[in-house]
């Protein structure tokens, strides 16, 4: 099977439709329901995974790195529909363009009181992502295989108890908290169905959340 082909997209589907629920090291009951949508597209070197960086003008989570989304709104049907808004309003990709695949498991932030919903989403081909300057800073572009290969350094924090918090360093800066939890099961997932060896990450004590 040729890597970023659309057979790894159906393969891809499947795997998140079978995956059994993952632990969370904190509890999430009483927060605030967010949606994050993590979109796949299949970019020159292959099926590449999307980001953005925050501007710090805003409330939560300024300067950091994540996936677009933000809390329900009111008129949003369900959280997959917010997670289908907020990549319009973030990166002006029109629903219209956008497939979802199937939701990642939830996951706490520890520096605020909400818990990302994660939606992975493919992105039609030729669908051109225009970033909201208002929030984006950048807009980050990593095929799946980098990953794989060493290109993007993964390191981890031990939190004891036999939990760890990723963290994967990007150019513009680092990943880590919710949106790298969510990032790093969209790689084993992705890991599964290429018949990949996920990386085992560099342990470190420097938290950059704190």
């Not at 225009?130 to 980098?146: K, N, Q, S, Y």
């Not at 994967?168 to 169905?193: C, K, N, Q, T």
Request: charged letters at 25%.
């Amino acid at each position: 099977m040729r890597r970023g082909s659309a057979a790894d997209l159906e393969a891809l589907e499947a795997a998140i439709a079978r995956r059994r629920p993952r632990p969370s090291p904190l509890p999430l009951e009483g927060r605030i329901a967010a949606a994050v949508c993590v979109p796949l597209h299949q970019g020159p070197r292959g099926l590449e995974v999307w980001a953005i960086k925050r501007v710090g003008a805003l409330r939560h989570h300024a300067h950091e790195l994540a996936f677009p989304g933000g809390k329900r709104e009111p008129g949003d049907r369900d959280l997959a529909d917010t997670a289908l808004r907020e990549m319009e309003e973030e990166l002006a990709i029109p629903r219209r363009r956008l497939r979802i695949l199937g939701p990642l498991a939830p996951v706490p932030t520890a520096t605020s009181r909400f818990t990302l919903n994660p939606f992975v989403a493919e992105v039609a081909p030729g669908a051109e992502a225009r970033p909201e300057a208002a929030e984006v800073a950048a807009l980050i572009r990593m095929p799946l295989g980098d990953f794989f290969a060493g290109r993007v350094p993964y390191r981890a924090v031990d939190l004891g108890q036999g939990w760890r918090s990723p963290i994967f360093d990007f150019e513009v800066g680092s990943m880590y908290g919710a949106s790298a939890h969510v990032l790093e099961e969209l790689l084993l997932l992705y890991a599964g169905i290429a018949g990949l060896a996920f990386p085992e990450p560099a342990l470190t004590d420097r938290i950059p959340w704190q």
